[in-house]
């Protein structure tokens, strides 16, 4: 069974930072790109951040961009979200998900796997 494990959410204040990691197999990591999304409460998910397998191309989204930085490390099967200078409109639960392709993604349709989530809640 395909897994996404994501771990690091929690509670911090306006202008704090969170590192958010998401561990899988390597036969899961393996030749994908990989992708952040997030689902605030009555929202749809929307994209935040994606990557491909080697790292050489990254996709923000607009709202984030200057602040969150995806990152991934091939060899430990693990993605990472550093995210600085939070704000209180980040507070979602955030999904690691994996690509369908190598080149990083978008839309959620272009994503056939999934974690559990994590939630960041962020304090004004």
């Known amino acids: 069974q395909v897994q996404l494990v994501e771990s690091g959410g929690g509670l911090v204040q306006a202008g704090g930072s969170l590192r958010l990691s998401c561990a899988t197999s390597a036969f899961t990591f393996s030749n994908r790109a990989m992708g952040w999304f997030r689902q605030a409460p009555g929202k749809e998910r929307e994209f935040v951040a994606a990557?491909?397998?080697?790292?050489?191309?990254?996709n923000y989204a607009d709202s984030v961009k200057g602040r969150f930085t995806i990152s991934r490390d091939n060899a430990k099967n693990t993605m990472y979200l550093q995210m600085n200078s939070l704000k209180p409109e980040d507070t979602a639960v955030y999904y690691c998900?994996?690509?369908?392709?190598?080149?990083?993604?978008?839309?959620?349709?272009?994503?056939?796997?999934w974690g559990q989530g994590t939630q960041v809640t962020v304090s004004s």
């Open positions: 998900a994996r690509s369908r392709f190598q080149t990083p993604q978008i839309e959620t349709r272009n994503y056939d796997t």
């Open positions: 990557i491909s397998w080697i790292s050489s191309t990254t």
